[in-house]
């Protein structure tokens, strides 16, 4: 288990990781990742570097441990009322949240500082866990439903190889269309 | 267009290129990538450091510069006669190079120190090109085959999204589930 890890529990360890988290997406805003420093961090959370170090490693496992923080879905997806319709809002936002420069930044940095992989595999299970309740609110409906790996790999898997290898080209239109591959031309189309 | 590709022209650059990618492939393996410095490759490969500055702008550039060219594909992909057992056998191989401790590490560094993208794109037009001649055989031989950015949707994409957010599992026999998925059930089975 990494230190981080072992340092998730709460009290004084939760307050010290909540401020610092904050220093960093303060001063993401502020002075941008390129210019951002471990010093820096800790003065602007109130605690010395070596807390950071201790707890963090360095800087990149630091990033990661925010990204993820920040690519955690507030909301359930959307009810629209029908498996279509709500994959595709899901596709659509999923889409639009990580294609942007912000989105492409953390997920970038989810990857990069995380040694061992807990990391780039939370942000994969956010990701199952949305289309999960998504694809039961289906089932719960009376409709087909593809299994949520089968979702993984024909949704999910296209549009964040595209966002890191091949970012042009990413718009809606292309949600969609891996929308009606995974399930189908719709009934009178 | 950035400082490396202006210095790709032959001559005294491409020399270089050569002696300070090679430095990095030794020190890689001699003394790994956590304890590898830009002064350490530059006195391998003979160079000041700030040739390597200049030249590549940081560690991480050079290392994804290093990692895109390990990810060239030598050769072409193995004709077996039909278009099943040709996409069976080259995302089998893909799969292996790609999910081992050195492919996951190459691609991470290609995308890490990769701030235009260009060193992404490359990686993934390799995988695009290797399909293509996969695909245009199997056309020749008179076979009903699937667009290119199909088979990199359906192919490549759940692979690669594996490898990098969900390492377990990953198997032939879910590289062969794909395709499967992509070419339907095979007459008879």
Redesign the interface.
């Known amino acids: 288990m990494s230190p981080r890890q072992m340092a998730r529990p709460g009290g004084r360890s939760a307050r010290v990781q909540e401020a610092v988290h904050t220093a960093v997406r303060e001063l993401l805003a502020e002075v941008g990742r390129e210019a951002l420093t471990v010093p820096m961090v800790a003065q602007r959370a109130g605690v010395t570097p070596s807390t950071v170090y201790r707890r963090w490693g360095d800087l990149a496992e630091l990033l990661s441990d925010v990204a993820v923080e920040r690519l955690r879905p507030d909301t359930e997806p959307e009810d629209r009322g029908g498996l279509r319709a709500d994959l595709t809002a899901w596709a659509e936002q999923f889409l639009d949240e990580m294609a942007s420069a912000s989105g492409r930044a953390y997920v970038?940095d989810a990857?990069?500082g995380d040694p061992d992989?807990g990391n780039?595999?939370q942000?994969?299970a956010y990701a199952a866990d949305q289309l999960g309740l998504v694809l039961a609110r289906a089932r719960a409906r009376g409709e087909d439903t593809p299994e949520v790996e089968t979702a993984?790999?024909?949704l999910?898997?296209?549009l964040?190889?595209?966002i890191?290898?091949?970012?042009s080209g990413l718009t809606p239109a292309y949600a969609r269309h891996?929308v009606t591959?995974l399930l189908g031309t719709p009934d009178g189309a």
């Open positions: 970038r990857l990069l992989g780039a595999g942000c994969s993984m790999d024909r999910v898997a296209p964040m190889y595209r890191l290898f091949r970012p891996l591959d």
